[in-house]
């Protein structure tokens, strides 16, 4: 029971891992609470669906297996940056100097948006990923694994090093800090903001499409209005481990999805969404700024 | 001199064409291709590609377009001269004539019309509530609906389970969610702009997914039926018109103690705070406790619409007190304008009878309501009657 909570928890908590990377990427750097970040992770689900639908019809699936959930998985990532970055330009670069309300209801109205969409073009109904795997797995101290479980965890751990890689290493990583650190000195050292900021959407939603994907895959159900509730809660993650802050983003998906899959085993699986909640706000009480954040001065 | 490199760039005609509006209504089209097929995309494609370059156009002469018009304006007000009654009369004309239109509504109106308007006159409430926290203090509260669940439930329960009136419950309901309000209010006042926004949804979400397992108590999903409606000396407020009344009564006493409060020392010290706390603090406002005091006073007038409400309906369920209800009573005081007291109440009636008046395309309002907020922030991010001099810094 215990090994099997801590494999469902570990699954869980790196898809929200994924998922809150993108919620504090663009807060490092716009200070927005991206309300349709969960949007794109239902998005990428969808096109999954969709698309490997397309596969399966042109025949591409029974062809070749492999090449059919390659190509799924590298255009439902591309579209789904396609869309971060374009909600970026339409949504929130006009406002990039508005109030710090604006922005905030400018993405809730995205995000009624997309959901919305998706649901008229959809139907409301549950949407069935197809099965591919079967339920193939392999036992584990008492537990049972399935190689889905394993695809997610082992994904999601490769992804996380790699974009902590990316932030550290590369150029573009060294301006996005950069940038989130101060915006007018990084623009006065020749860094293009609009580039930089682009740049974290792209990221950002290619992640969240990858956690959507893998979801869709591990429930087998996607529904249009799962982004809401993964959102907000990859959102409490990235609160919980201080947001802004990447590798807090990491440990607090991990330990949300922990939490979440021990309470509801050991407690009551009935509050299985509220448990989230009462966490942050326990953790916020006593540290307002996160696990990982830096209280920051306020300037006067 | 050397040119800036922004615009060498901008020249480029890499840059010319990916702002193009055939490269826009291309781009836009292709995103939406894989949930609509091919044939919608191409529809989309040519509406887009007309509407881009219409804008291009409009915008091109936008600055023509205006001096033509005040031109105009001087050329009218130049020759004919209309003497306007003077400004306080015809306030008085105004308000005059908008009372009588309001209070004869059950003589002329549909039932169906006085149905909306009493809806409308429940989110009046609860969004000045809300506008006392947002609007007038600068606190993001995402979870706004809890309370008005709390409201609700709490004098369905009072009513179905105990039996006390209206009359009874309406103080306790009230006193209730005020005191929710203070309990929400310690630990969330600790924390800063999105941090605050964050645990309130969480709050809303907490009371919700309460109310909707504690079957034992609240029933659940299936709601409580059978609340008995009001009574006033005995007699039974339950026809519609009836209830017009009844709800135009505790709108006008919610307006005018909030204006009341707004003007007073409190009121100027939310203000304070919502324009810079540090500054507030420094002149020896106590911040925390007047943060507590409008998170108090907001979640009262939820509380008291959330009474109404249940009393109205006669039945109450967590469906009635999701998230998309608080942001839809975010929308309300974001349309009319924060801290506006009229606005928030043009913005409730607004978005109560737009979904009506839309039914007929009922299933793109809310494709309406997320493109609408958008375009509004981008556009007129103060709303309709936008409050003068609101910065909203934090």
């Excluded at chain 2, 149905?115 to 993001?140: C, E, K, M, P, R």
């Excluded at chain 2, 008046?357 to 709303?383: D, H, K, N, T």
């Amino acid at each position: 029971m215990f090994t099997q909570q801590l494999i469902n928890g570990l699954t869980l908590g790196g898809v929200y891992a994924l998922i809150a990377l993108g919620y504090t990427m663009v807060y490092g750097i716009l200070e927005l609470i991206n309300f349709a970040h969960g949007e794109i992770y239902m998005l990428g689900a969808y096109l999954g669906i969709i698309f490997l639908g397309f596969f399966t019809a042109i025949g591409l699936t029974s062809y070749s297996l492999p090449l059919a959930l390659i190509l799924t998985f590298v255009l439902s990532v591309i579209f789904c940056s396609a869309y971060g970055f374009t909600i970026e330009r339409i949504a929130y670069r006009p406002l990039r100097n508005a109030p710090r309300l604006s922005p905030l209801i400018s993405a809730i109205g995205v995000s009624i948006f997309l959901q919305n969409y998706v649901m008229l073009t959809q139907g409301a109904t549950d949407k069935i990923f197809p099965n591919l795997f079967e339920k193939a797995g392999m036992e584990f101290i008492g537990a049972r694994v399935t190689y889905t479980q394993i695809f997610i965890m082992a994904a999601s751990a490769v992804l996380m090093l790699s974009l902590n890689l990316f932030i550290t290493k590369t150029r573009m990583g060294k301006a996005m800090r950069a940038v989130a650190q101060d915006k007018v000195m990084a623009s006065l050292v020749g860094i293009n903001i609009n580039t930089v900021i682009s740049a974290t959407f792209i990221i950002g939603s290619g992640l969240a499409a990858v956690a959507g994907l893998m979801v869709a895959a591990y429930y087998g159900l996607v529904n249009y209005s799962i982004g809401y509730i993964a959102g907000i809660k990859a959102f409490t993650a990235a609160v919980l481990g201080g947001i802004g802050s990447i590798p807090g983003a990491m440990f607090g998906g991990i330990l949300l999805g922990l939490i979440e899959s021990f309470s509801a085993a050991y407690i009551s699986s009935e509050y299985k969404d509220a448990y989230a909640f009462i966490i942050l706000i326990i953790i916020l009480f006593i540290k307002p700024s996160g696990l990982f954040g830096k209280t920051q001065e306020e300037k006067v | 001199m050397k040119k800036a490199p922004i615009h060498r760039f901008a020249d480029s005609p890499i840059h010319r064409f990916t702002h193009s509006p055939i490269f826009i209504a291309l781009w836009l089209a292709l995103l939406f291709l894989p949930f609509k097929g091919l044939e919608a995309a191409g529809v989309l494609f040519i509406v887009l590609f007309a509407a881009v370059s219409l804008l291009r156009v409009f915008k091109n002469y936008a600055g023509k377009i205006k001096g033509l018009l005040s031109s105009l304006k001087k050329f009218i007000s130049g020759r004919i001269r209309i003497k306007l009654p003077e400004s306080k009369t015809r306030s008085i004309a105004l308000t005059l004539l908008m009372s009588v239109v309001v209070m004869a509504l059950p003589f002329y109106g549909h039932d169906y019309l006085i149905d909306i308007a009493v809806l409308s006159g429940i989110y009046i409430i609860l969004a000045q509530g809300l506008n006392i926290v947002v609007g007038f203090t600068g606190l993001l509260n995402l979870g706004f609906v809890a309370f008005y669940a709390i409201g609700a439930y709490s004098y369905a329960l009072l009513n179905t389970k105990l039996g006390i009136g209206f009359w009874a419950s309406l103080p306790l309901s009230v006193m209730l969610v005020t005191l929710s309000g203070f309990i929400l209010a310690i630990p969330a006042l600790r924390l800063k702009g999105d941090y605050l926004a964050i645990v309130t949804l969480g709050f809303g979400e907490i009371v919700r997914l309460v109310l909707n397992n504690w079957d034992s108590f609240t029933k659940g999903p299936n709601g409580i039926g059978g609340i008995e409606p009001p009574h006033i000396f005995g007699m039974q407020i339950s026809r519609l018109g009836q209830f017009y009344y009844f709800i135009i009564i505790f709108v006008l006493l919610a307006v005018f103690i909030i204006r009341r409060v707004a003007a007073s020392r409190i009121g100027r010290a939310w203000i304070a705070i919502r324009e810079d706390e540090i500054a507030s603090s420094s002149i020896g406002i106590n911040t925390t406790a007047y943060k507590l005091y409008s998170f108090a006073f907001g979640a009262f007038w939820a509380g008291l619409a959330g009474v109404l409400f249940a009393a109205k309906m006669q039945f109450v369920s967590p469906e009635s007190f999701t998230f998309m209800e608080s942001v839809l009573i975010l929308c309300m005081v974001i349309l009319g304008g924060l801290g506006s007291i009229p606005g928030v109440i043009l913005g409730a009636i607004i978005l109560v009878m737009l979904p009506e008046m839309l039914r007929e395309v009922q299933l793109y309002r809310m494709l309406a309501l997320g493109s609408g907020l958008v375009m509004l922030m981008i556009f007129r991010p103060q709303g309709l009657m936008g409050g003068k001099g609101v910065s909203f810094r934090s």
